[in-house]
Every structure is written in structure tokens, then in C-alpha cells.
């Protein structure tokens, strides 16, 4: 079945580092991927989100491209800040009636 | 615009008790899924429902239950709590078609059972 594997945590960065979580997928075709982010206390939220290979998806400094070569889905970002601490999920469509497919999340703690 | 609005957001159970967590939008999405999130575990699929009146299992269905009855409201049933069933569970829903499949979050309901 459909499965995503993403870099254990907690992944601890000084202030504007550069961050990179990676992420890869098992898949049949070529589903939607997405970075959802989770802040302390609260629910999911989208952060950005590729439907093909090679798009590129971004939003608030973050980045990831879509590589179906590698199956892979890294979220970058150049400059980190302590706002961005917080739990980060790949995941990509597939499951129940089309539903998403989530990987274990990666701890990110972003010192000042 | 509340989008997924789940209740309570805080629980605890003795156990064997039984509870329902209810989750409700406003977006008129027909898809809705039923999430519990472990430590280090992700997020795994309970229930899912495409539409009122249809509902099915996910990946870790025992020892709960749903119904979809309307378009808006999913709630999900604990009938007998065990300790396994300590968690955050999040309700999610998104539009039907074949879109993006991006999925709109409640802000989650923390179980613990004693």
C-alpha cells in the first residue's frame, strides 16, 4: 500500500538556519503531495501542496518540489525562525476514499 | 467562516464508558474523515464517509462507530473506552472530485482513558 517515510525528530535549529526535512513516498501513479504543519495546541494546516511531478509548491518561505525520480518531497526553507517551531507531515493522497496518507511527523524546535 | 469545528476538545473517560466526539462544517463538503494522531505515530484513518448515509472503515476501525446522517455533522462513537483508545483525534473534510484532495482540519479532541 501507499506509505510516506519523512527524517525522525526533533530536529533542533539555531535562528535563520537553513532547513531541510526530508521526505519520501511509496506510491502507485503520481498522487497530490502535500506539507501540513501543526502548531502547539492546534489542528493541521495546509503549507503547501505539489498535484505533478516537478511542480513546486510554496508558501510562507517554504518549498518543496515534487520529484518523481526519487519519489521524493523535501521541505526547505532558508532562513528559519523560532514562529516556525512546530510539527511538520508529509503526506500524500491516497487511502480511504481518497484521503491522505501521512507520514510519522518531524519535530522541529527552532532556538533563538 | 468556522470551516471544521470539533467538541469537546478535552476528555476524560473511566474505562468503559462511552462518549461521542462530535465534529460539524460549514463547507458543504460531502468527504469527511475521522483521524486519531499518536506520538510519533502520524495520523491514522478511522471512519471516512462520502456522503450522508455512507460511511466506511478506515485503517484502525475497532472499537469505534459513525453515522452520517447529514451533510454537516460526523460524529464518531466510543462504545466500551480502553487506555488504547488515548489520543488526539481530528476530523477532517474536503470537497469531492478528483481536485487537489487537500483536507480541511478540526482542531482536534484530546482523549485520555483512565
Known amino acids: 500500500g501507499d506509505s510516506v517515510t519523512q527524517m525522525e525528530g526533533p530536529v533542533t535549529l539555531s535562528e535563520e538556519a537553513f532547513l531541510t526535512i526530508n521526505c519520501t513516498y511509496t506510491a502507485t501513479g503520481y498522487p497530490s503531495l502535500f506539507w501540513y504543519v501543526q502548531y502547539p495546541g492546534e489542528g493541521l494546516q495546509l503549507l503547501l501542496k505539489a498535484t505533478k511531478a516537478d511542480d513546486k509548491g510554496s508558501n510562507k518561505g517554504f518549498e518543496a518540489t515534487y520529484r518523481k525520480e526519487t519519489t521524493s518531497f523535501h521541505l526547505e526553507k532558508g532562513s528559519v525562525q523560532v514562529s516556525d517551531s512546530a510539527v511538520y507531515f508529509c503526506?500524500?493522497?491516497?487511502?480511504?476514499?481518497?484521503?491522505?496518507?501521512f507520514g510519522k511527523g518531524t519535530h522541529l524546535i527552532i532556538q533563538p | 467562516n468556522a470551516g471544521v469545528t470539533q467538541t469537546p476538545k478535552f476528555r476524560i473517560l473511566k474505562i468503559g464508558q462511552s462518549m461521542t466526539l462530535q465534529c460539524t462544517q460549514d463547507?458543504?463538503?460531502?468527504?469527511m474523515y475521522w483521524y486519531r494522531q499518536d506520538p510519533g505515530m502520524g495520523l491514522k484513518l478511522i471512519y471516512y464517509?462520502?456522503?450522508?448515509?455512507?460511511?466506511d472503515k478506515g485503517e484502525v476501525p475497532n472499537g469505534y462507530n459513525v453515522s452520517r446522517s447529514t451533510t454537516e455533522d460526523f460524529p464518531l462513537r466510543l462504545e466500551l473506552a480502553a487506555p488504547s483508545q488515548t489520543s488526539v483525534y481530528f476530523c477532517a473534510s474536503r470537497e469531492p472530485g478528483h481536485g487537489t484532495g487537500e483536507l480541511f482540519f478540526g482542531e482536534g479532541s484530546r482523549l485520555t482513558v483512565l
Open positions: 464517509s462520502v456522503g450522508a448515509g455512507i460511511t
Open positions: 463547507m458543504n463538503h460531502n468527504y
Open positions: 503526506a500524500l493522497r491516497g487511502g480511504g476514499a481518497d484521503g491522505l496518507t
